[in-house]
């Protein structure tokens, strides 16, 4: 079946360090995939996502390239801050279903 | 609304009590979804409405859970005689049908549960 699994955390970095939380996916055809974050205290919200293969998206400073041939969504950052502390969560709709399949979260803490 | 709306934000209640969780997905969403998050832990998938279809209840823990969506909208999520491990901050979700338009999924805040 559908499934993303995603690097284990917590990730502690030290500000203006590189991120990299490695995202792969299980599923047939093509699915949609996606970063969601969850800062501390607060509800999911959307990141990025892409939606075929080779799409790169892209926020607030953070990437991620969905890789069909590697079934990879890893998400970057070249320089990360203390305000970038939170649970980040990668996910993938199926092409021809509507449920979405989470990733277990990945907990990033960035020390000043 | 111009968000997922859910309610209560938080609820302590005692064991064995029935507690009920109110979800006013965003208008013109019709998939409706609920999940779970444990302290620490990831998202746990309980229950998918869409649209008219009969909804996905695989991901219900017990038949103590229930849920019920009203007219194609508000949603009430209902566990009877609750548990200490059903603590845990409930989150509904929704977003719009359509295969492979890579809809995007929207959470409210949740409803944070606590069983004393």
């Known amino acids: 079946g559908d499934s993303v699994t995603q690097m284990e955390g917590p990730v502690t970095l030290s500000e203006e360090a590189f991120l990299t939380i490695n995202c792969t996916y299980t599923?047939?055809?093509?699915?949609?995939l996606f970063w969601y974050v969850q800062y501390p205290g607060e509800g999911l919200q959307l990141l990025l996502k892409a939606t075929k293969a080779d799409d790169k998206g892209s926020n607030k400073g953070f990437e991620a390239t969905y890789r069909k041939e590697t079934t990879s969504f890893h998400l970057e950052k070249g320089s990360v801050q203390v305000s970038d502390s939170a649970v980040y969560f990668c996910?993938?709709?199926?092409?021809?279903?509507?449920?979405?399949?989470f990733g277990s979260g990945t907990k990033l803490n960035v020390k000043p | 609304g111009a968000g997922v709306s859910q309610s209560p934000s938080n609820k302590v209640t005692e064991k064995g009590k029935d507690v009920e969780l109110r979800c006013d997905p965003i208008?013109?969403?019709?998939?409706l979804y609920w999940y779970r998050q444990s302290l620490g832990q990831g998202l746990e998938f309980l229950i998918y409405?869409?649209?008219?279809?009969?909804?996905?209840k695989s991901g219900l823990p017990s038949d103590r859970f229930s849920a019920e969506r009203t007219g194609g909208s508000v949603s009430t999520l209902t566990i009877q005689r609750t548990q200490q491990e059903d603590s845990a901050v409930y989150l509904c979700?929704?977003?719009?049908?359509?295969?492979?338009?890579?809809?995007?999924?929207?959470f409210g805040e949740g409803s944070w549960l606590t069983v004393v």
């Open positions: 979700a929704s977003s719009l049908m359509g295969q492979g338009s890579g809809n995007t999924i929207y």
């Open positions: 208008s013109g969403h019709t998939a």
């Open positions: 409405f869409q649209g008219n279809s009969a909804p996905d």
């Open positions: 996910a993938l709709r199926p092409w021809n279903f509507n449920k979405f399949y």
């Open positions: 599923a047939t055809g093509y699915p949609s």
